[in-house]
């Protein structure tokens, strides 16, 4: 017998009992169910068994690593699905996991033998449910990785391939549902009958892949089409295709082939050919207010810098205003439910003052433009004055840029939104997606730590309050865009590796930051790296590793 401590209880269990039999006899979560466990602060999978006393800890799909647990262990049973589905009909296909919109992820079948319908989506979700229903182990294995690379050659599964080509670990785990296998970066769950919320919906040319929201881990959401971020995924995963990189591997093989410096410069054209783009609208359209707003670590920044370039290149002259300017006194402030101060709600802003401005320049008059003072917490005027002359154009960045309560006095022919994000177009390979919130938060750790002195461990305790804030402030108002501009550019991470990493390497294990940390590091693995030295000095990566030529 062994002692396990669950919970602040003490329970003697034999030698051997796997995890999930303890879950199941003393876990208890208000929602969700377990999926991983802490034992003695390592993360582990259900199926590991217990040899030694030990302080075990729970993780549910409300947790975020077990929320993406749960997820990827979605996609595992999606692909035995479909694979068996064609199998009835006498066919054979591939499923491409493309990218995450609305709550779920957006795939598309690749098969010469049948097109994507209805009745085939109903027959995959079918043999969903009846894979959830017989409960069915995920079986875990490990092999030699050159030996797991030729085992994906023989199986024509070149993504997989490319991948491990520039794997530097011997080993690698393989997950096998009955008969299907495959790689995935991550845990997974123990067994299908985990995996019981999802539905697929037809979307475009693919379908998608939803699944519940993370606070609501028993409730999947009806698909709300994102049309505008669609498109533009779609284009910068396009566009990756046609390149050929639009995995990790890709990547690789282009570093590994002295084609960076010239991809780097291909990429930074295109973004540039896209914000030209926009900046013709504006002055098609005649917009006078340009309001953009984008999640934490977009580059909201520098994109502004080139836009107004732009803007001037045909003949406008940009002002730029910065919304937090407008923010009310500390004292007014309001509080979350913590008691702290709430900087990202739309009432810590003076929005009648911001309006009010805003519609006497357009009426001609003159206005005083107020500065926020961070350190004392007081709005003040120090004499900034502001008239718009005829072909003058107001620059306005913030947080609430999307939100019509923002702008609400302003009348809607003046405007001009524009929605900024970094929206990683890159894949691990054809299964296992990158987060562009990873890619977000990497480009914030390597940025915090070079200009506010704040740690990486500082910066990824902070990211689940930054990320509440971006739910609740930028990302329901996404739509209401004119306009959608990608940031991310698809060499990034491989300039960022060199960065990143010692700063990971330096959260102390004992931290609650540890295990995100080891993750990251983990993912980075994936990518060779590659030198800064090259990037153009007005490229958005320059925003985070330096070096840019704008006043960031």
């Not at 169910?33 to 302080?55: F, G, M, P, T, W």
């Not at 009846?130 to 030996?147: F, G, M, N, Q, R």
């Not at 300017?325 to 439910?337: G, S």
């Not at 177009?425 to 990873?438: G, K, P, Y």
Request: aromatic fraction near 10%.
């Amino acid at each position: 017998m062994v002692t396990v401590t669950v919970e602040q209880k003490e329970y003697e269990v034999e030698e051997g009992i796997s995890l999930e039999e303890i879950a199941k006899q003393y876990g208890s979560c208000e929602q969700g169910q377990i999926v991983l466990a802490y034992v003695n602060r390592h993360l582990c999978e259900l199926h590991k068994k217990v040899s030694q006393d030990a302080v075990i800890e729970f993780v549910t799909t409300t947790d975020k690593i077990g929320f993406s647990t749960y997820k990827r262990s979605m996609i595992l049973m999606m692909m035995k699905a479909f694979r068996d589905v064609l199998k009835e009909r006498g066919t054979t296909g591939r499923i491409r996991v493309l990218f995450s919109i609305d709550k779920g992820f957006y795939c598309e079948l690749e098969s010469k033998g049948t097109k994507l319908s209805q009745d085939l989506l109903d027959a995959a979700s079918t043999r969903m449910r009846e894979l959830a229903d017989a409960d069915i182990p995920i079986v875990k294995s490990t092999y030699k990785s050159h030996d797991l690379m030729r085992r994906f050659e023989a199986q024509g599964r070149k993504d997989k391939v490319r991948l491990f080509k520039y794997r530097r670990a011997s080993n690698a785990n393989v997950y096998r549902l009955e008969d299907f296998e495959d790689y995935y970066y991550g845990f997974m769950v123990a067994s299908t009958g985990y995996l019981k919320y999802f539905a697929l919906c037809a979307y475009e040319d693919g379908f998608v892949l939803q699944m519940p929201r993370r606070r609501e881990p028993e409730v999947v959401p009806e698909f709300t089409p994102p049309h505008k971020l669609f498109s533009v995924l779609k284009q910068s995963d396009d566009w990756g295709v046609m390149l050929n990189v639009d995995t990790v591997g890709g990547l690789n093989d282009a570093v590994a082939a002295g084609q960076i410096n010239e991809l780097m410069l291909v990429q930074e054209a295109l973004q540039e050919k896209n914000i030209a783009d926009i900046a013709t609208q504006i002055k098609n359209e005649e917009k006078k207010i340009i309001l953009i707003a984008g999640p934490s670590s977009s580059g909201k920044t520098s994109f502004s810098h080139r836009l107004s370039i732009q803007l001037r290149a045909l003949g406008l002259s940009p002002y730029p205003i910065a919304l937090d300017n407008y923010f009310v006194n500390r004292e007014q402030t309001p509080k979350d439910a913590n008691g702290n101060y709430n900087f990202e709600c739309l009432e810590a802003v003076d929005v009648a003052q911001f309006n009010e401005d805003m519609s006497r320049l357009l009426k001609g008059e003159e206005i005083l433009l107020p500065t926020f003072n961070f350190f004392q917490g007081k709005r003040e005027y120090r004499g900034n004055t502001m008239k718009l002359k005829e072909n003058d154009v107001l620059v306005i960045e913030g947080i609430h840029g999307l939100n019509p309560k923002m702008s609400a006095g302003l009348p809607d022919d003046s405007k001009f939104k524009i929605y900024i994000s970094a929206l990683t177009q890159l894949n691990v390979d054809e299964h296992n997606r990158i987060s562009t919130t990873d890619g977000r938060l990497i480009r914030r750790i390597v940025r915090d730590v070079r200009t506010r002195g704040n740690s990486a461990q500082m910066t990824i305790s902070m990211w689940d309050s930054v990320r509440r804030g971006e739910e609740e402030n930028i990302f329901p108002y996404q739509e209401e865009a004119d306009a959608m501009f990608n940031s991310a550019l698809i060499y990034e991470l491989s300039v960022l590796k060199p960065y990143v990493e010692p700063l990971l390497f330096a959260i102390p294990r004992e931290s609650g930051e540890y295990q995100e940390a080891k993750r990251l590091l983990k993912f980075l693995d994936y990518f060779l790296g590659v030198s800064s030295e090259n990037i153009p000095n007005n490229s958005i990566l320059r925003e985070f590793v330096g070096g840019s030529c704008f006043p960031v």
